[in-house]
Each structure stands twice: as C-alpha cells, then as structure tokens.
C-alpha cells in the first residue's frame, strides 16, 4: 500500500514563493523516483518535475526550469518542490506521483490527491 499526501499550497502574489510537500508512506521511499505534475482548470494533467531515488538525478518542465527546485529528505519521507518567481500560470492542483521519472502521467501507479496553489497577478 502506497499512499502520496501533498501540502502547503496556498495563495501567493505573482513574483511571490512556495514550498509543497508530498510525503510518501512507502516501503523503502529512499529507493522509489517521485514526480510532480499540475493540472490547471480545463487543461490536461502536465509534467512540473521529477527527482530519482538518491537526489541525484532531476528533471523539470521547460516552463518551470529555473523557477522550481525539486528535492527530497530520504530521513522524512519527503519530495519538495520550491517554487520561485510564481506566475499567474502556475495557478493550478499539484500532485506528487510515484514511481518514476518520466514525464507521461499514464506511466505513474500512485498519486497523491494534490493541493491547490493559486498566483494573483
């Protein structure tokens, strides 16, 4: 049994910061990949980031490069996503996924049920 739970979205002003979490209850989470996708409204589920199982490797959207930093602490179970220099466009449900790195959502097992970051412009 695998279960993502993700946290701290919220409302930040466009140019503004946040950090999501997703923890993981998994067995042997130092060993699994997590990834991060968005869905905004009416629009299909895209790709954000994705981080392998040491931290070692990480991957990210062309549209967040430079802006998010995806990192994770193996000790607490836990993937962040540091979001910089929000835009109105970030506005969306975040969820982490897992396992994997690749960017195709149809290639993920587990989903967490996403939390909600909304940048007023």
């Known amino acids: 049994q695998v279960q993502l739970v993700e946290s701290g979205g919220g409302l930040v002003q466009a140019g503004g910061s946040l950090r999501i979490s997703c923890i993981a209850s998994?067995?042997?989470?130092?060993?699994?990949?997590i990834a991060w996708f968005r869905q905004a409204a009416g629009k299909e589920r895209e790709f954000v980031a994705s981080?392998?199982?040491?931290?070692?490797?990480?991957y990210y959207a062309d549209s967040v490069k430079g802006r998010f930093t995806i990192s994770r602490d193996n000790g607490k179970n836990t993937v962040y996503l540091q979001m910089n220099s929000l835009k109105p466009e970030d506005t969306a449900i975040y969820y982490c996924?897992?396992?994997?790195?690749?960017?195709?959502?149809?290639?993920?097992?587990?989903w967490g049920r996403g939390t909600q970051v909304t940048v007023s412009s």
């Open positions: 998994v067995h042997r989470f130092s060993s699994v990949a």
């Open positions: 981080v392998s199982y040491n931290g070692a490797e990480t």
């Open positions: 996924a897992g396992p994997g790195l690749t960017n195709d959502p149809r290639r993920y097992r587990y």
